[in-house]
């Protein structure tokens, strides 16, 4: 058995497949790093300037985002 071999693959791990939400969510994530905003205040800005809403259809904060991203990584 080689090493890479005990390791899952991201995708293995999931119990459902992801929601177009968290698909949306997560690809406005991936450019928000990728435009290099790594802190907190500038991703929950990129999110309001780009979208995708919160899930109340109000604007991100801090709060709501943090709320979220450790909802969804349970």
Known sequence: MSNTDRY??????????????????GDALERAFGMG???LPALVAYLNQSGP??????????????AEIGSLGQ
Do not use: F
């Open 8 to 25: 899952l693959q991201p995708h293995q791990a999931r119990t459902r497949a992801q929601t177009s939400y968290e698909d949306l969510l």
């Open 53 to 66: 809403l919160s899930p109340s259809g109000k604007p991100w904060t801090e709060e709501s985002y943090q």
């Open 37 to 39: 905003h790594y802190e």
